[in-house]
């Protein structure tokens, strides 16, 4: 099968539009931010499934969604991908979709996750216990040992953090809880929250609460559709999305994978 290289940005956003809760990641790699460390393919230049290879962050990151319809085409498209991928990267997948780049990557880590979506950002709270207030790059070494302490599988781009994408809330001046996004793009208006993280000695208080509340009012703005991913297990931060009122649209695989 021939792989396509795709470049054409509005075309690209024409498509994902389509099912925007679908392809939240895709429309926000469209953002002029995240843009040029991106690279697109696909086997069917109208209408077939769209891999994103993404390399600006810590890890490469293959981004690769397709309904039940597309699934069979989706599959087709991972395999003829197979040269051309790192060694080791992380993939967001749907669920049997990793099958596709069997023998040549085995499955390092498999997390299953939830796809949520915040309707209406009007409806959030606005009294909190914690004030969180905006991080930048000053903050990176300390944003850097919060993650390493409370989320050390986390994703990290700095660029996402120099553009104003992350809050936190500071006790005695230490950064103790942070909510950030993995995109965000005014332009197309979607976000995707990430990284929410509270240190270990500092839970159970209500701190990524207010962190997230506090980021998803800065986002609502310059957002129509509002997601985040939760990891189908956790059951307090599902019971705190769904408080602030997320509801599940999707479930996929956050895989790590390696050549065989």
Known sequence: MP????????ALAERFRTDPALHLFELGDLDDTLWPNTAWY???PDHGPVALLYSGGDTPVLLAFAREAGRAAL?????????FLPRR????LPDGAERALAPDYAVERRTPLLRMILPDTGRLPTELPYPAEPLDLSDLDALRALLAAGYP????????????????????????AVAGVHVHSPAHRVAVLGNVV??????????????????CRRLGPTTDHLGLHVR???APAIRLYERLGFGTVMTYNELVLRAA
């Not at 986390?154 to 103790?176: I, K, N, P, Q």
Request: net charge neutral.
């Open 42 to 44: 696909t086997a069917d």
């Open 153 to 176: 599988e986390s994703w990290f781009d700095r660029r996402l953090l120099a553009a104003g994408g992350y809050v936190g809330v500071r006790e005695a001046g230490r950064l103790v």
């Open 198 to 215: 509270t240190h270990p000695d500092a839970r159970g208080r209500g701190l990524a609460r207010s962190c997230v509340t506090a980021l």
């Open 3 to 10: 792989l396509i290289s795709l470049h054409d940005r509005a």
């Open 232 to 234: 189908t297990d956790n």
């Open 89 to 92: 990267f992380t993939a967001g």
């Open 75 to 83: 599959a087709e498209l991972l395999d003829a991908m197979r040269p």
